[in-house]
């Protein structure tokens, strides 16, 4: 029980510390020791705790749930002040709705109650704490030192750097907190820590725009603070004596009495994780410092989101409401896979890239058979490591070529060699076999086969995993287009964010060659012990992916080889004479430059254009599961 | 043991079953346009000849990619002929083709760009159909191992009458022929000079060539499953559906991209999709 209180406090320790300390060297110096003091602890979590199953600690439900109620105010007070200063009502509303149900809970149920089992930790915990303590903790490190840079270049924007490392350790630490508590009003309070934190760090430029989208992320995530709350409450008129709130026994309970909490708090899943109609904060999220997009697309916020629905999966499996959830993910899948193509800014398209996997996620998991949760715990460990590297990627060229945009790209291989490979192997692990999401998409095909619904799933799986190859292709031509012209830029980027990257690139490899041990040794144990049954991949597939992985490791040493012999010539250019940098004379004798651009389709793809029809569509669906619920009240 | 023996087969024999298909092909072709034509073994020296060439590249990156690309594509059908699992060589089969698109981005060259971009828009519109092709085989058989699928006494064509036809779109696409051969052509004198691949020469070229022929025979393998319980009926449907794409071919000009988008996610979304619907609530009592 030691190593979960201890990853849930030394975090926020050193967040304190971290407060009250100005000093940049220092700073560097506590984060990267806390980093590798944080992973070092998940790694030991990891190593003496994964054979033992699911494990409950008693803990006492009092005092510590008096000292959260009062966090949990004081949050309150400090959001209406600020909603009062920034002048946003409807926040002010979804806080004091918020906040009432809160009191009523705490004032006529909350004292009677003695939930004993409060912490715990299974499988599903273990990898997640995995993700969070890892990639996390590695994120926080890069941030260091971009936030220097980030500082340098934007002098308009107010040092608060002791305030963004708190706010950063204190989100570890709340998500620590989120995937080993079994209580789900402790599960909430770190729930709302999140949304606290991942709110004051988007506003975190003070600009205008990321003050609006700093609320409109709070505001969504309120409405789905409110459904949780609202489970709470219901949980708990359920059984005053507070043994449903204990999450393992409300997800024994069954469908009768689990199903309306189960739809409430994937609903607040589904806002936390950012599916359609409720996208709009994600994708507005981007306007904070990188590490925080990274943070909030790979081992914090959104994987909130989606662990909490995979955990009531049983609940929902097998039932309408748990259907139209899975199918909001479904829609919402298709359709940010389809909005990615017509975005050409980097960050947008990780943006809509994230939603979409989620979406794929939360399709697993609302129809929640084994073979899907397989798939869907497999997508949130392999999105996690690819999509951190490629937003620290996109960080990194941005500060190194004061562009974002993927039409500058042009040649990246030429500028930051480096880079762009590790760019390369990110994008590769986002969407072509052998690598991690391909196999996860691959589980879920073979998974929603024999699912209730599941030829529909499997149509708007085609579909979608079509258009992210599209993407992400047309993205990865970009980066490895050598142009003639572009001198090398790589010099200046620090020691510690090259080893983040690094690391997180060999993650990347790594996963996809060891995915058959973590599938043996954690997710397989862990669908034993909730379905009694188990998915994984035939033996003789595996054997064929890693064959793959080694061709792709070998067939680069061709490279040399022909660098060597082969003549060169120029790119045909329509056998007009033509510079080295690629000008030539135009009709009429002026002189113009070959520039490549790629399709992005917007008259197809636009974002407007889709979420006209997905947005009604998934508020459809999301009604129709809280009606199904309701009618099970009833 | 036979897997291994199948795979190897493949990878020997499929060079010269797919360039003797592309010498028919030619023939076939100029006959309909009323020429004589080269002689049915024409592809094989051509390519003999390419690899006599100077190799002549703008970057050398391209070259590692084609080899990718040749290195992928063949085992994709020795993964197919071995009797994998159908969505395993469907996915390698995507990688394959990334690689080519790759190496035609790296040159940087207008036309060579405007290929690879147009090729994957074509690999956009066959994926889905592909998938459900898959899904169809897995529907009737109950497996999706190529191996199980070839052994399977159904007669998967009378259930899938809607996926043979889909397919038989998408392999207008796949093969690249009019009116869907958007990304390159086999004449270097028009709009796209040779699109995807204007920036390949010598062995490099030549090794295009090959795969292409290697990745003929895996989709016309996947024609064979659809007829798998009659082996004889099957090589007389492969032979009918590949005249049928010569016909094809010489009867219609290119078209735009939407064009090949729209076909390919019509025929997946309308075709396949109804089909594997009545197939699965009507037929499989689900």
Same mark, same amino acid.
């Given at each position: 029980?030691?190593?979960? %209180?201890?990853?849930?406090?030394?975090?926020?320790?050193?967040?304190?510390?971290?407060?009250?300390?100005?000093?940049?060297?220092?700073?560097?110096?506590?984060?990267?020791?806390?980093?590798? #003091?944080?992973?070092?602890?998940?790694?030991?979590?990891?190593?003496?705790?994964?054979?033992?199953?699911?494990?409950?600690?008693?803990?006492?439900?009092?005092?510590?749930?008096?000292?959260?109620?009062?966090?949990?105010?004081?949050? +309150?007070?400090?959001?209406?002040?600020?909603? %009062?200063?920034?002048?946003?009502?409807?926040?002010?509303?979804?806080?004091?709705?918020?906040?009432?149900?809160?009191?009523?809970?705490?004032?006529?149920?909350?004292?009677?109650?003695?939930?004993?089992?409060?912490?715990?930790?299974?499988?599903?915990?273990?990898?997640?704490?995995?993700?969070?303590?890892?990639?996390?903790?590695?994120?926080?490190?890069?941030?260091?030192?971009?936030?220097?840079? =980030?500082?340098?270049?934007?002098?308009? #924007?107010?040092?608060?750097?002791?305030?963004?490392?708190?706010?950063?350790?204190?989100?570890?630490?709340?998500?620590?907190?989120?995937?080993?508590?079994?209580?789900?009003?402790?599960?909430?309070?770190?729930?709302?820590?999140?949304?606290?934190?991942?709110?004051?760090?988007?506003?975190?430029?003070?600009?205008?725009?990321?003050?609006?989208?700093?609320?409109?992320?709070?505001?969504?995530?309120?409405?789905?603070?409110?459904?949780?709350?609202?489970?709470?409450?219901?949980?708990?008129?359920?059984?005053?004596?507070?043994?449903? $709130?204990?999450?393992?026994?409300? %997800?024994?309970?069954?469908?009768?009495?689990?199903?309306?909490?189960?739809?409430?708090?994937?609903?607040?899943? $589904?806002?936390?994780?950012?599916?359609?109609?409720?996208?709009?904060?994600?994708?507005?999220?981007?306007?904070a410092p990188t590490p925080v997009s990274a943070l909030l697309h790979s081992s914090t916020m959104v994987k909130a989101g989606v662990y909490i629905i995979v955990r009531f999966a049983p609940v929902l499996a097998g039932s309408l409401a748990g259907a139209s959830i899975g199918f909001v993910g479904a829609v919402t899948f298709l359709v940010a896979s389809g909005i990615a193509i017509s975005q050409s800014n980097a960050k947008k398209v990780l943006a809509y890239s994230t939603i979409a996997n989620l979406g794929l996620i939360v399709a697993c998991a609302g129809v929640g058979t084994y073979k899907l949760i397989w798939a869907a715990i497999f997508l949130i460990i392999f999105h996690a490591i690819a999509k951190s590297l490629l937003f620290l990627c996109v960080g990194t060229v941005e500060h190194r070529t004061g562009s974002r945009d993927i039409e500058d790209m042009d040649g990246l291989i030429v500028r930051m060699p480096r880079l762009a490979v590790m760019m390369f192997v990110g994008i590769a692990g986002m969407f072509l076999a052998p690598f991690g999401m391909l196999i996860s998409k691959w589980a879920a095909?073979?998974?929603?086969?024999?699912?209730?619904? &599941?030829?529909?799933?499997?149509?708007?799986?085609?579909?979608?995993?079509?258009?992210?190859?599209?993407?992400?292709?047309?993205?990865?031509?970009?980066?490895?287009?050598?142009?003639?012209?572009?001198?090398?830029?790589?010099?200046?980027?620090?020691?510690?964010?090259?080893?983040?990257?690094?690391?997180?690139?060999?993650?990347?490899?790594?996963?996809?060659?060891? /995915?058959?041990?973590?599938?043996?040794?954690?997710?397989?144990?862990?669908?034993?012990?909730?379905?009694?049954?188990?998915?994984?991949?035939?033996?003789?597939?595996? @054997?064929?992916?890693?064959?793959? @992985?080694?061709?792709?490791?070998?067939?680069?040493?061709?490279?040399?080889?022909?660098?060597?012999?082969?003549?060169?010539?120029?790119?045909?250019?329509?056998?007009?004479?033509?510079?080295?940098?690629?000008?030539?004379?135009?009709?009429?004798?002026?002189?113009?430059?070959?520039?490549?651009?790629?399709?992005?389709?917007?008259?197809?793809?636009?974002?407007?254009?889709?979420?006209?029809?997905?947005?009604?569509?998934?508020?459809?669906?999301?009604?129709?599961?809280?009606?199904?619920?309701?009618?099970?009240?009833? | 043991?036979?897997? @291994?023996?199948?795979?190897?087969?493949?990878?020997?024999?499929?060079?010269?079953?797919?360039?003797?298909?592309? &010498?028919?092909?030619?023939?076939?072709?100029?006959?309909?346009?009323?020429?004589?034509?080269?002689?049915?073994?024409?592809?094989? =020296?051509? #390519?003999?000849?390419?690899?006599?060439?100077?190799?002549?590249?703008?970057?050398?990156?391209?070259?590692?990619?084609?080899?990718?690309?040749?290195?992928?594509?063949?085992?994709?059908?020795?993964?197919?002929?071995?009797?994998?699992?159908?969505?395993?060589?469907? /996915?390698?089969?995507?990688?394959?083709?990334?690689?080519?698109?790759?190496?035609?981005?790296?040159?940087?060259?207008?036309?060579?760009?405007?290929?690879?971009?147009?090729?994957?828009?074509?690999?956009? +519109?066959?994926?889905?159909?592909?998938?459900?092709?898959?899904?169809?085989? =897995?529907?009737?058989?109950?497996?999706?191992?190529?191996?199980?699928?070839?052994?399977?006494?159904?007669? +998967?064509?009378?259930?899938?009458?809607?996926?043979?036809?889909?397919?038989?779109?998408?392999?207008?696409?796949?093969?690249?022929?009019?009116?869907?051969? %958007?990304?390159?052509?086999?004449?270097?004198?028009?709009?796209?000079?040779?699109?995807?691949?204007?920036?390949?020469?010598?062995?490099?070229?030549?090794?295009?060539?090959?795969?292409?022929?290697?990745?003929?025979?895996?989709?016309?393998?996947?024609?064979?499953?659809?007829?798998?319980?009659?082996?004889?009926?099957?090589?007389? +449907?492969?032979?009918?559906?590949?005249?049928?794409?010569?016909?094809?071919?010489?009867?219609?000009?290119?078209?735009?991209?939407?064009?090949?988008?729209?076909?390919?996610?019509?025929?997946?979304?309308?075709?396949?999709?109804?089909?594997?619907?009545?197939? =699965?609530?009507?037929?499989?009592? #689900?």
């Amino acid at each position: 029980m030691n190593e979960l %209180i201890f990853l849930i406090v030394f975090p926020t320790i050193i967040a304190f510390i971290l407060l009250l300390l100005s000093n940049n060297r220092m700073r560097h110096a506590i984060v990267a020791c806390s980093a590798l #003091v944080i992973s070092a602890a998940s790694i030991y979590l990891l190593a003496t705790s994964y054979a033992r199953g699911a494990v409950y600690y008693t803990v006492p439900f009092e005092p510590t749930s008096l000292v959260m109620f009062a966090i949990e105010m004081g949050i +309150a007070l400090l959001l209406l002040w600020l909603g %009062i200063r920034f002048k946003q009502y409807i926040a002010i509303i979804l806080v004091l709705i918020q906040s009432a149900l809160m009191l009523f809970y705490e004032f006529t149920m909350g004292m009677g109650m003695e939930p004993v089992r409060n912490l715990f930790f299974d499988q599903f915990s273990i990898i997640m704490a995995m993700i969070i303590g890892i990639i996390g903790s590695l994120i926080a490190v890069y941030a260091v030192s971009y936030m220097q840079t =980030y500082h340098d270049h934007h002098p308009e #924007v107010r040092d608060r750097r002791r305030f963004f490392f708190f706010v950063t350790f204190i989100f570890l630490a709340a998500m620590f907190g989120l995937v080993f508590s079994n209580n789900l009003v402790w599960v909430f309070f770190f729930w709302e820590i999140t949304t606290l934190a991942s709110f004051l760090l988007i506003g975190y430029a003070e600009s205008e725009e990321a003050t609006k989208n700093a609320f409109l992320a709070l505001k969504m995530n309120l409405l789905g603070g409110i459904a949780f709350a609202a489970a709470i409450i219901y949980l708990a008129s359920a059984d005053p004596a507070g043994g449903l $709130l204990e999450l393992d026994a409300l %997800i024994a309970s069954g469908q009768a009495v689990a199903l309306v909490p189960a739809v409430l708090i994937s609903f607040a899943g $589904l806002t936390k994780a950012a599916q359609m109609p409720f996208s709009g904060w994600l994708v507005g999220a981007m306007v904070a410092p990188t590490p925080v997009s990274a943070l909030l697309h790979s081992s914090t916020m959104v994987k909130a989101g989606v662990y909490i629905i995979v955990r009531f999966a049983p609940v929902l499996a097998g039932s309408l409401a748990g259907a139209s959830i899975g199918f909001v993910g479904a829609v919402t899948f298709l359709v940010a896979s389809g909005i990615a193509i017509s975005q050409s800014n980097a960050k947008k398209v990780l943006a809509y890239s994230t939603i979409a996997n989620l979406g794929l996620i939360v399709a697993c998991a609302g129809v929640g058979t084994y073979k899907l949760i397989w798939a869907a715990i497999f997508l949130i460990i392999f999105h996690a490591i690819a999509k951190s590297l490629l937003f620290l990627c996109v960080g990194t060229v941005e500060h190194r070529t004061g562009s974002r945009d993927i039409e500058d790209m042009d040649g990246l291989i030429v500028r930051m060699p480096r880079l762009a490979v590790m760019m390369f192997v990110g994008i590769a692990g986002m969407f072509l076999a052998p690598f991690g999401m391909l196999i996860s998409k691959w589980a879920a095909i073979e998974g929603f086969i024999d699912a209730p619904f &599941g030829l529909l799933f499997i149509t708007i799986l085609a579909f979608g995993s079509a258009m992210t190859v599209f993407f992400w292709a047309k993205w990865m031509g970009k980066i490895i287009a050598v142009t003639p012209y572009g001198e090398n830029v790589e010099g200046t980027v620090s020691r510690e964010k090259w080893a983040v990257l690094s690391i997180l690139t060999a993650l990347t490899v790594l996963a996809a060659l060891f /995915f058959p041990l973590i599938s043996s040794g954690l997710v397989e144990p862990y669908l034993l012990g909730v379905f009694g049954e188990t998915a994984r991949l035939a033996q003789d597939n595996v @054997i064929i992916m890693v064959l793959m @992985i080694s061709l792709l490791l070998i067939l680069p040493l061709s490279f040399p080889f022909y660098a060597k012999e082969e003549k060169r010539m120029p790119a045909y250019m329509g056998g007009r004479p033509v510079t080295a940098d690629l000008r030539f004379a135009g009709s009429a004798g002026i002189e113009r430059t070959m520039t490549t651009r790629n399709y992005y389709f917007t008259e197809y793809f636009g974002e407007g254009k889709l979420l006209r029809y997905a947005n009604p569509i998934c508020i459809l669906l999301i009604l129709l599961a809280g009606a199904i619920a309701a009618g099970a009240v009833l | 043991m036979t897997s @291994i023996i199948a795979a190897i087969a493949y990878l020997v024999l499929a060079p010269l079953v797919g360039g003797l298909i592309s &010498g028919i092909d030619r023939k076939i072709t100029a006959r309909m346009q009323g020429r004589v034509g080269p002689p049915i073994l024409q592809p094989f =020296y051509d #390519v003999a000849k390419l690899f006599e060439k100077e190799d002549v590249t703008v970057t050398p990156s391209q070259n590692t990619f084609i080899l990718s690309y040749l290195v992928f594509m063949a085992l994709t059908g020795a993964l197919f002929f071995a009797g994998e699992d159908l969505l395993l060589v469907i /996915f390698a089969f995507t990688l394959a083709h990334v690689f080519i698109v790759l190496g035609a981005y790296a040159a940087f060259s207008p036309y060579s760009y405007i290929g690879a971009e147009r090729e994957l828009i074509s690999l956009m +519109a066959y994926e889905p159909m592909i998938i459900l092709t898959a899904v169809g085989f =897995y529907l009737v058989t109950g497996s999706f191992y190529v191996g199980d699928i070839a052994a399977s006494q159904a007669p +998967a064509i009378l259930y899938l009458p809607g996926v043979f036809v889909g397919f038989l779109t998408i392999l207008t696409i796949k093969l690249r022929k009019s009116p869907f051969d %958007i990304s390159t052509s086999h004449h270097a004198h028009q709009e796209l000079v040779k699109g995807l691949t204007t920036e390949f020469s010598g062995a490099t070229l030549g090794k295009i060539e090959i795969a292409h022929w290697y990745e003929t025979v895996v989709l016309l393998g996947i024609v064979y499953l659809f007829f798998g319980f009659n082996p004889l009926l099957a090589l007389v +449907a492969i032979a009918v559906t590949y005249v049928l794409e010569i016909f094809i071919d010489n009867t219609f000009s290119r078209m735009k991209w939407q064009t090949t988008l729209k076909s390919g996610w019509g025929a997946a979304a309308i075709l396949g999709f109804l089909n594997l619907v009545v197939l =699965y609530y009507f037929y499989l009592g #689900v």
